[in-house]
């Protein structure tokens, strides 16, 4: 298997300032509007929160999830929090015995370095292992914050935002969650999974809650696993087929 030269998306310039998001076209926001009801029902919204984690937690989850099954990333989660009380002891151990306890996941060698890496970052930065903080913030700057770090990108600081026990307003695109809104025309061909997390925030309402968007993030995600798979999507049986320009029917 090739071994990627980052686990993520090339992140922000070091800066705490939000970069303004894209203004979506009119036309775009609509059929974005248009996809969301038609799934919600389809998969049940409000759709419960998997994950009840604090921030630093779900940052670590996180790190341990870029691709790998959802089953394998959670063992190593958990086998993490088995080996070291907390998190400080984990930036202490030596690495390969980091790399051992995760190394059902994608990439061990890489990931144990890096969440090393970015703990001590977040220590260093927040003065402690706790992001609690980033509540009093508004959603673009705490993703700033976060993205200043090295080895956090876009889907980490809107998963560390969204799925912890923040429940912050971001939205977090995952490969499925891209590859549906891709064939939807919602993003062109070419934009890669970190860009488009500021183009389709920009397409939803700004004043979504952190429930709504969490919910256009699980809807789109499902549909890219149970639907429109990555080979033969079920276009059949897909209720977007009316507006997706890739629809395949018979
Ligand atoms: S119509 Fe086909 S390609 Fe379009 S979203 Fe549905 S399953 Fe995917």
């Known amino acids: 298997m090739a071994v990627p030269h980052r686990l993520e998306a090339p992140r922000r310039p070091r800066s705490a300032k939000a970069a303004p998001e894209p203004a979506p076209a009119p036309d775009l926001a609509e059929k974005a509007l248009a996809v969301h009801r038609l799934l919600c029902p389809v998969y049940g919204c409000p759709i419960p929160y998997f994950h009840a984690l604090d921030p630093v937690s779900e940052l670590v989850s996180s790190l341990l999830s870029h691709r790998t099954r959802n089953a394998d990333s959670g063992r190593a989660f958990k086998a993490l929090r088995a080996r070291y009380p907390d998190w400080a002891t984990l930036i202490a151990a030596p690495t390969a015995e980091v790399e051992a306890t995760i190394a059902g996941v994608t990439w061990p060698e890489l990931k144990a370095p890096r969440i090393q890496a970015v703990l001590t970052a977040v220590m260093e930065r927040a003065g402690g292992l706790d992001l609690g903080f980033l509540a009093g913030m508004e959603v673009a700057a705490a993703r700033a914050w976060l993205e200043a770090i090295p080895g956090i990108g876009p889907k980490t600081s809107a998963a560390v935002l ?86 395949r029917l018979a």
């Open 162 to 247: 969204s799925f912890s026990v923040l429940r912050m307003p971001a939205l977090p695109v995952d490969s499925h969650h891209h590859r549906v809104a891709q064939r939807l025309g919602l993003i062109g061909p070419r934009v890669d999974v970190g860009p488009s997390h500021a183009i389709l925030r920009a397409q939803l309402p700004a004043d979504w809650s952190a429930q709504d968007l969490y919910d256009n993030h699980e809807i789109l995600m499902l549909h890219g696993q149970r639907v429109c798979h990555h080979r033969n999507p079920a276009c059949g049986r897909c209720v977007l087929a009316e507006i997706c320009p890739s629809a």
